[in-house]
């Protein structure tokens, strides 16, 4: 009996060919990487359309995982290691926990499921319906923004309401961008795909997909958690006011430092322009040009 990583190749959700890291224990193949430091392991599953987590583990017979049926296995694999990657290359964070904690994802959750989440312990991804969406595990900064869901819950620990939660959800969108930054759009890859060019939200244009993107328009709502996936227009749109100013480099770590060092479980909007503005400020100086960037994107949209 050998087991072994292997390497294994396929196709993704927008039929895009990649390879992945597999593992193979009596000739079968998973979705399984073991090439992460520190033993940090990353395995994706399918619930196969039902609703019980983790579900099976994802396998193939020769390790080319080609079927349309894999194609959110795939991706839910591909993305999760790409984003691993992501935290650890640029921010040094052992996965999600600073601890090498196993990533763990589901796919093929519940039928025709138009969403994705995080669970507390896992990435949990629907097929969507074909129509709203296709296989949410297919857009990159959808994966980020679940998996950065797990970063923020094991740092700010941001409380998921009210302001703290559209905190949470910004941050979450924020790092979305972060791992794809070919636009300012979340989910794009998997939204509507009978229709081009639209988004689930924009950080450059929140109101374009009914967000507010100033504090006079702050949505007083008690549902959707008071609003998380509304209000988060207003700091994101803050997001893209700092990253279209001092770029992208700066802007990540910034955002990283707020997040793991100053923000708190009840921050909200106010505090989070002071986090953000004493990171600038740690990193780069109180008087710099960063600084007073930082500063004019949250007056921008009303935050003090
Ligand atoms: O992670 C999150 O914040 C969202 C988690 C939603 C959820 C929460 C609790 C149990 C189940 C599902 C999932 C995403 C989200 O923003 N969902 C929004 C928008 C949305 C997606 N599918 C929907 C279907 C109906 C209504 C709204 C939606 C929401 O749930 O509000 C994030 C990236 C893409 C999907
Ligand atoms: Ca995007
Ligand atoms: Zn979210």
Known sequence: VT?????????????????????????????????????????????????SLPGYYSTDSNNSWTAYSQAADVDAHAY??????????THNRNSFDNNGATIRSTVHYGSNYNNAFWNGSQMVY??????????????????AHELTHAVTERTAGLQYQYQSGALNESFSDVFGYFLDPGDYLMGEDVYTPGISGDALRSLSNPSKYGQPEHMNNYVNTSSDNGGVHTNSGIPNKAAYNTISSIGKAKAEKIYYRALT??????????????????????????GSSTYNSVKAAWDAVGVY
Do not use: C, H, W
């Open 3 to 51: 087991d072994a990583a292997t390497t294994g190749s396929g196709y993704g959700v927008l039929d895009d060919y990649k390879t992945l890291n597999t593992y193979s224990s009596n000739g079968t193949y998973y979705l399984y990487d073991v090439t992460k430091p520190m033993n940090g392991v990353i395995e994706t599953f399918t619930a196969r359309n039902g609703s």
């Open 261 to 286: 060092v100053y923000l708190t479980p009840t921050s909200n909007f106010s505090y989070a322009r002071a986090a953000l503005l004493q990171s600038a400020a740690d990193l780069y100086g109180s």
């Open 126 to 143: 629907g097929d969507g319906d074909g129509s709203t969406f296709t296989s949410l595990s297919g857009a990159l900064d959808v994966v």
């Open 80 to 89: 999760a290691g790409k984003v691993y990657d992501y935290y650890k290359n």
